[in-house]
């Protein structure tokens, strides 16, 4: 079954970019680019989910999560 996981992508002043799942409290990793940053959060949330599963842990999904943003002053 398929799950769907919203990343967040930092980039980082010395180059590349922070990945982080917020759904997945610790879930972060780094990729040089955004297409590597993307193939590292893959493998991140794979091995985070064998874990949960491994615990017997529930699995979260944010398929159904809806992202805003706000500005403030």
Request: proline share 7%; charged share 25%; glycine share 6%.
């Amino acid at each position: 079954m398929k799950k769907s996981f919203r990343i967040i992508l930092t980039p980082e002043s010395e180059g590349g970019f922070t990945v982080m799942v917020p759904s997945l409290p610790g879930c972060i990793t780094w990729g040089e680019n955004i297409e590597h940053a993307k193939l590292m959060a893959r493998e991140a949330i794979d091995v985070y989910l064998e874990e949960l599963q491994a615990n017997g842990e529930p699995i979260p999904d944010d398929t159904n999560s809806l992202e805003l943003s706000l500005l403030v002053d």
